[in-house]
T-cell receptor, first 114, second 111 residues
Framework: DAGVTQSPTHLIKTRGQQVTLRCSPK?????VSWYQQALGQGPQFIFQ???????QRGNFPDRFSGHQFPNYSSELNVNALLLGDSALYLC?????????????FGPGTRLTVT | GNSVTQMEGPVTLSEEAFLTINCTYT??????LFWYVQYPGEGLQLLLK?????DKGSNKGFEATYRKETTSFHLEKGSVQVSDSAVYFC??????????FGTGTSLTVIP
């Protein structure tokens, strides 16, 4: 049973560009959350998708947007990249939107903005 | 709002030493509490959790007790191994499935 997968593993972009990161949830999971983890920090919640809709959002600007597909996979899009967007982006999947359910994390996508 | 304050690292221990990583929380009500671990180059893995006051979560020799009176959820292990070297995060939900993670404590175990 494959766990959470993310692609690509690493990415280098230039300031002002746009990027799309992808996530496939663990089999049987229908909820996907995205986190940004800056170097030496804990993950920060960006948003969560359930039933193809954004259900919750953290304190991130509108440059960060996402999408969930009918097969529950998800994309994270970041527009007008800033140097400060350099981070490890983690995807987590779970069942439903209730916090008692365990979240399974993918290995992350390392984004470097130059 | 809900948050956690985690002991700053890094922590370096010799193999078989006793480990404590402190975590205190601020919360409305009594949310579940979690410890996650991140091994080098990997994503986060759930290490253990406790869902109510006085609950003890345990896994792989690690334990943490949900203490309401001291608002703490300290992580302990009696005898660490080199393979325990990782970054440990205390976390709690702040609404639905949205989690607040501590800043992480890096542990290095030397033989």
């Amino acid at each position: 049973d494959a766990g959470v997968t993310q692609s690509p593993t690493h990415l280098i972009k230039t300031r002002g560009q746009q990027v799309t990161l992808r996530c496939s949830p663990k089999s049987g999971h229908d909820t996907v959350s995205w986190y940004q983890q800056a170097l030496g920090q804990g993950p920060q919640f960006i948003f969560q998708y359930y039933e193809e809709e954004e259900r919750q959002r953290g304190n991130f600007p509108d440059r960060f947007s996402g999408h969930q597909f009918p097969n529950y996979s998800s994309e994270l899009n970041v527009n007008a990249l800033l140097l400060g967007d350099s981070a490890l982006y983690l995807c987590a999947s779970s069942i439903g939107t209730w916090s008692s359910y365990e979240q399974y994390f993918g290995p992350g996508t390392r984004l470097t903005v130059t | 709002g809900n948050s956690v304050t985690q002991m700053e690292g890094p922590v370096t221990l010799s193999e078989e030493a006793f480990l404590t990583i402190n975590c205190t929380y601020t919360a409305t009500g009594y949310p579940s509490l979690f410890w996650y671990v991140q091994y080098p180059g990997e994503g986060l893995q759930l290490l253990l959790k406790a869902t109510k006051a006085d609950d003890k979560g345990s896994n792989k020799g690690f334990e943490a007790t949900y203490r309401k009176e001291t608002t703490s959820f300290h992580l302990e292990k009696g005898s660490v191994q080199v393979s325990d070297s990782a970054v440990y995060f205390c976390a709690l939900p702040i609404g639905g499935n949205q989690f607040y993670f501590g800043t992480g404590t890096s542990l290095t175990v030397i033989p």
